[in-house]
């Protein structure tokens, strides 16, 4: 960008920072420092899955990893506690306006949120339609029930607007997805 | 190895999967597999974090990491769903034979049990005295109580005798830790 001369770029940052967000995944780990700090839940992203297959020192402390390759994840991104329940779910972002693809989640991590619901945990997605500004809490249970009813290949948005919770940006947490919980499972737990 | 001609390899396996064990991650990796298959239990161990520096191809597919850093963990190393109940533990193996250093569980390792078991969850160490061969599972409650009323640096083994739980090995799951977990909190899940 060319500033006129005299303005200053120290403002610029903040702009960014508006309704609209910044990535899924930032707004949901400053929402989980939220809750940790509150001591509302414990809910921590997973590391990304690496394989490490050159180290340059034999020490931990001082080793350089010079070759490694990420993995494909075999769960969630997500997981912790919640008033005692284990909660687990994915966040995916897309840029389509009018269905979720259902190519942006592994087949294996949908069996996984099944097997949590079916043990007693809490499961479900939430998807940011970044064009459109909406982020939805859809529960694993009308997940699986979409796909097992369907041979689409994605969820139609207006499925999303029937099943889902809509959640919206707040200061602090900046996504309260636990308040979209407490109201989706009113009375379960 | 020099076999006699005739003799063939295929025992040769079995040998390996004597009492002792492989590594303590790998034994709980198995057990938890175990777990998983039989639909017991969903435990996964999470991946160790690392922090990516440089990665040679933009996309992710095709991305070959180039230069990278092993980071602290944040929590412990495993956590999942048992019985519908949250559950998280460290597994640490040390070759000391009469105590076990705490150095080796970083202070935010225990302050993240604590905060489980203040949650609801069940919050635990499993730690293999790999020189004397015996592995203990140690409620996060005992633990903490320890190094409350202690100022020392290491829990003896005898604190271990009187409060955790020893672990046998087995054929499958090859650490049965889950038993111990029913035995030590039978009556309250």
């Known amino acids: 960008m060319n500033y006129p001369s005299g303005i200053k770029k120290k403002n610029v940052k903040d702009i960014n920072y508006g309704n609209r967000g910044m990535s899924l995944e930032s707004d949901i780990n ?16 997973k590391p990304t899955p690496i394989r490490v297959c050159k180290v340059d020192y034999p020490s931990r402390l001082d080793a350089v990893i010079k ?15 919640y008033k005692g329940k284990y909660l687990d779910f994915e966040a995916k972002e897309t840029k389509n306006k009018t269905a979720f693809p259902l190519s942006n989640i592994h087949t294996h991590q949908i069996k996984h949120l099944e097997s ?3 043990h007693g945990g809490i499961g479900f997605i939430i998807v940011s339609f970044t064009t459109i500004s909406k982020i939805y809490l859809l529960k694993a249970e009308d997940l699986i029930n979409f796909i097992n009813t369907n041979s689409r290949k994605s969820i139609p948005i207006k499925y999303f607007e029937e099943n889902a919770y809509l959640l919206k940006y707040k200061i602090n947490p900046r996504i309260d997805y636990l308040k979209a919980i407490d109201i989706m499972y009113r009375g379960e737990f």
């Open 30 to 45: 400053i929402s989980n420092e939220y809750y940790l700090m509150n001591d509302i839940a414990i809910i921590h992203k």
């Open 67 to 81: 070759e490694a390759y990420y993995k494909v994840p075999s769960t969630t991104d997500y997981n912790g506690i």
């Open 116 to 118: 949590i619901v079916k």
